[in-house]
């Protein structure tokens, strides 16, 4: 699937007046290649992606002033994403639900008393933005209430 968004439509400090920046997200990209290395499909991959938002919203492709590509080794490199995954964990189902991040701490409470677990590693992942933490804050204002009496 290819996800797009354009933050500066709700943030105009992000680009000049009369610009956009674009955010596009072609999910599930391996960080190993069968038979390639990203440097050399980088390229190719990246104008993919953008022809298919084009055939959505024709003229993007013309009007792109710059770019940057993000691949699973790109954001290994830069931003210590273990394998280029930005959901921490495989969006499998045996990487999910009660087994997220890994059973035994799925309900976002660790064996240490009080260190909660939240993030892209913890149910329901990483693309739905936020709601990892609300369900962690849930389970320690529980805790919390159990605590007062």
């Known amino acids: 699937p290819l996800v797009a968004m354009t933050f500066s439509a ?7 007046p009369g ?11 391996p960080r190993a290649l069968a038979g390639a290395a990203w440097p050399d499909v980088r ?7 953008l022809d298919q938002f ?21 954001l290994e490199e830069n931003l210590g994403l273990i394998g280029g995954n930005v959901m921490h964990l495989e969006m499998s189902l045996d990487q999910m639900f009660c087994a997220r ?20 590693s913890t149910h329901p992942g990483g693309g739905i933005m936020g709601a990892s933490g609300r369900n962690a804050a849930r389970v320690v204002l529980k805790d919390l209430e159990r605590r007062k009496t």
């Not at 492709?61 to 691949?71: I, K, T």
């Not at 409470?109 to 677990?117: D, G, I, M, Q």
């Open 101 to 120: 991040p890994a059973p035994g701490l799925a309900g976002y409470r660790s064996h240490l008393p009080s260190l909660y677990l939240t993030g892209a």
């Open 19 to 29: 610009h956009e920046v674009l955010w596009l997200w072609g999910q599930y990209f």
């Open 54 to 74: 084009e055939s959505y919203a024709p003229g993007t492709a013309e009007s792109v002033v710059g770019r940057l590509f993000q691949d699973p080794e790109w």
């Open 43 to 49: 390229e190719s991959v990246a104008r993919t992606l």
């Open 10 to 16: 709700v943030d105009e400090t992000l680009a000049p």
